[in-house]
């Protein structure tokens, strides 16, 4: 025969369930932000080295025009 379950155990079974359903909602949106965070690194990372790509070539034209003048 089933064990009778109090009201006051099934609050607790209900805020426990709340609980696991909040910690995996939260898991998701963290997992989430990981994701976006990698890929704005990469992105920032890319922004850089075309940056430097760009600064030595303005560098070099920049010599380039003052030694012919």
Do not use: C, G
Request: no cysteine; proline share 1%.
């Amino acid at each position: 025969m089933p064990r009778h379950i109090s009201d006051s155990e099934r609050l607790v079974i209900a805020k426990l369930n709340r609980t696991e359903t909040e910690l995996k909602q939260a898991r998701e949106t963290i997992e989430q932000y990981a994701r976006q965070l990698k890929t704005q690194t990469a992105y920032i990372t890319e922004l850089k080295d075309a940056n430097k790509m760009l600064a030595a070539q303005v560098n070099f034209l920049v010599r380039k025009q003052v030694s012919h003048a």
